[in-house]
């Protein structure tokens, strides 16, 4: 076995010495978390030093070697003590050496306040132990620094054992609590899945045409999936809290603005007075306000989905059951369609003359929605929150310049030019200087937000130069367009399925049994998918973006996750197939085969997307990277939304005759919707092939070693 041991440095001063003292401890955490020597010396001018050594013996591998950063190159001193700061690492390091006979390697990080004597030091420079000085005295340390250190050592190393307890604890405590609150917000954020349960009403009601109809579900799959990167960005960078925040306020103005317009509109038309300018007519100004409301509602989707899924992939991506963790959340946003489904045409119906219960109240519905989505979102604000990501951050720096992907690059080469040594400093900069003197505690804020850009715009940087991405991401639009057009039109499809009214003779089929069939099967598959992913697909070695080709975890079998995306994208197409081949015209009571495949497809290629963007690209910029991926199925939505309700009217015109002109919207039959399903499955097949190249194709996955 190896033993490092932990140490930490203590600089006092009179006018400072409460601050130094908790710095210690802040110190203390960061190398107990980098299981390697780790020390603040906080140097506001000339101070006199006395150092007091704690260690702690961590048991590690063999094979392992650990550090954490840096030491300047130009150490020599402390203002006018020449001896300074290698007198005192030889001492330390002669303590380390006299503790255990096995320590092999150790390596340090040195962290200063922003200038040390007008000079700011680079962090890049990695002594080794055999590199230092060893001290002269077989003791490590001289009579005065052992008399003057060891008082301090033995009550805070106490203190600090004990704190440590108390902190893992909290950290427990505070993880589980952002787990519950991020399935809580995911089971409620997926509130635009049920449309289709009012999507029919706004035809019958606002009598809006089917192309309006998608104008309205088409703005809010936009709004959902186009802002992602843009938020996945500030997810990464400045936390979930405000984008949860975020999300309450735009899912209250946009359902609070969707439940007023549709008031105005279906009061007016059961009123019989005098009508509205119809939709999407110049004088109109209702529909252009339900797409904008439909848009915010969009955008709160995209936050709050982003908050919880960020949530669970940073705080358990070092899990084993990272694919689980990270499907719950996923699996509780479709689950959200299937029971706001039942609660809107369950408890929120119109009660028909004969007192049976009717279509969904949209309006209370809506009001329910606003109350309920504003008050996950404030309780997420307050709940959500990434666990050591700071030290999420650490361990991605140092792997990436391990890798030598960091080797002079040009956000490294900016920080050291911008502050290195014999860099020209402006009057801006000495004042910047001295506010951080005087407030040390805010430098090392800005030293770790600026860690926490540079590790992530480094891997943004290296996610879009990635071919593969390209072909992933475009399969995954192929999949998820097609999937998304069949549930936003759901209750119209069934409407096709049936004769008119007048000549029913079997009660039809309801579309909030579909989408609740949706929502389960939908369900199913996510925590499936990540289950089994966890237990058959091989493990990375690491956590983080995999630069270079690592050893899996020993297996007797494994399944790659890719192969399970190929399987379910293949169930996904069966679905459409069999709506396309006729197989259900005229029989809605086998409707429920469609919906099963296609929720099972759709759900379980929203799940295992993002958890391989997590294995092959890394958890510390997840947000940042589902973001972009998953901004691609806006456009496959859209797209195949058009050309739903192209075909949709057209078919329409050589229905069988409907009644009075007046319903001459809607359509009956095989030849409206046939087309658009056989594109769609073509589609879902391509989308397959371009995921089998990113796999296995020149340059692909395979071929890099990249463990998936």
């Not at 503790?99 to 150790?106: D, N, P, Q, R, Y």
């Not at 936009?222 to 997810?235: K, Q, R, T």
């Not at 899990?319 to 809107?344: E, T, Y």
């Not at 919207?665 to 594109?679: D, E, K, L, N, R």
Request: charged residues 15%.
């Amino acid at each position: 076995m190896t033993w490092l041991v932990q140490i930490r440095f203590y600089a006092f001063d009179t006018r400072k010495q409460e601050y130094t003292r908790q710095l210690v401890y802040q110190s203390g955490e960061i190398a107990e978390s980098q299981l390697g020597i780790g020390y603040v010396l906080d140097v506001p001018g000339r101070l006199e030093f006395l150092a007091a050594v704690l260690h702690d013996l961590v048991r590690l591998p063999d094979h392992t070697e650990y550090h954490s950063g840096a030491q300047s190159d130009d150490a020599t001193g402390l203002g006018d003590n020449p001896s300074g700061i290698n007198a005192i690492i030889s001492r330390l390091v002669g303590v380390s050496r006299g503790l255990s006979s096995h320590c092999t390697k150790v390596t340090h990080e040195w962290r200063f306040s922003r200038s040390l004597a007008g000079r700011a030091y680079d962090r890049r420079h990695v002594p080794t132990l055999a590199a230092l000085p060893t001290p002269r005295s077989g003791r490590p340390f001289d009579d005065a620094m052992s008399t003057s250190s060891a008082a301090p050592s033995s009550s805070v190393s106490s203190d600090s054992s004990s704190h440590r307890r108390v902190l893992r604890r909290r950290k427990a405590v505070a993880r589980s609590v952002a787990f519950v609150s991020a399935v809580i917000s995911a089971l409620c954020a997926g509130s635009i899945t049920v449309f289709s349960l009012y999507g029919h009403i706004f035809q019958e009601r606002l009598h809006y045409t089917q192309l309006q109809v998608n104008g309205v579900a088409i703005g809010s799959s936009i709004a959902l999936y186009l802002p992602v990167p843009f938020l996945g960005y500030i997810c990464d960078r400045f936390g979930t809290k405000p984008l949860s925040a975020f999300a309450a306020v735009l899912f209250g103005l946009g359902y609070s603005l969707a439940a007023i317009i549709y008031r105005k509109i279906d009061s007016r038309n059961a009123r019989g007075g005098d009508p509205l300018p119809p939709a999407g007519s110049p004088n109109d100004w209702t529909y252009p306000l339900m797409v904008t409301s439909f848009v915010l509602i969009g955008v709160a989707t995209c936050a709050m989905y982003l908050t919880a899924v960020a949530t669970c992939a940073k705080n358990f991506g070092k899990g084993k059951h990272r694919g689980l963790a990270l499907a719950m959340p996923i699996a509780g946003f479709g689950l959200s369609g299937m029971w706001l489904s039942q609660v809107g045409s369950r408890i929120f119906y119109e009660r028909l003359p004969d007192g049976s219960r009717g279509d969904v109240d949209v309006f209370r519905f809506f009001v329910f929605l606003a109350c309920l989505l504003v008050s996950v979102g404030v309780v997420g604000a307050f709940t959500l929150k990434v666990i050591d990501e700071q030290d999420l951050i650490d361990d991605a720096i140092e792997e990436l310049e391990n890798s030598g992907f960091l080797d002079g690059g040009p956000l490294l080469a900016s920080r050291s030019n911008g502050a290195g040594y014999g860099s020209i400093h402006t009057a801006a900069d000495s004042e910047h200087e001295a506010a951080n003197l005087l407030d040390p505690a805010k430098d090392l804020d800005d030293d770790a937000q600026w860690k926490k850009n540079w590790v992530l715009n480094a891997e943004t940087r290296r996610f879009l130069t990635d071919r593969t991405l390209w072909c992933f991401a475009l399969g995954f639009l192929l999949m998820i367009g097609p999937g998304e057009a069949f549930i936003n039109n759901l209750g119209t499809v069934i409407g096709t399925l049936y004769p008119p009214k007048s000549s029913l003779t079997v009660t039809p089929t309801a579309p909030a049994t579909h989408v609740s069939i949706l929502g389960v099967t939908s369900t199913v598959a996510r925590l499936l998918t990540g289950s089994l992913t966890d237990l058959l697909a091989p493990t990375p070695h690491t956590q983080h973006v995999q630069v270079t080709a690592g050893p899996a975890s020993p297996r007797r079998f494994t399944v790659s996750r890719v192969a399970f995306l190929l399987t379910f994208g293949l169930i996904l197409s069966a679905g459409l197939l069999a709506l396309a081949s006729g197989f259900i015209q005229n029989h809605g009571e086998r409707f429920w085969i469609v919906s099963s495949l296609v929720g099972a497809g759709y759900g379980a290629v929203f799940s295992l997307t993002p958890i391989i963007i997590t294995v092959i690209w890394g958890v510390e910029n997840f947000a940042t990277n589902w973001g972009i991926v998953a901004m691609f199925p806006a456009l496959g939505s859209t797209f195949w939304g058009i050309v739903y309700s192209k075909v949709y009217e057209k078919g329409a015109q050589n229905s069988p005759s409907l009644g009075d002109a007046a319903e001459d919207i809607f359509c009956y039959g095989y030849q409206c919707y046939a087309a658009t399903f056989w594109a769609m499955t073509i589609s879902v097949w391509v989308a397959c092939l371009l995921v089998l190249w990113a796999w296995r194709g020149k340059n692909g996955w395979v071929h890099r070693g990249v463990v998936i």
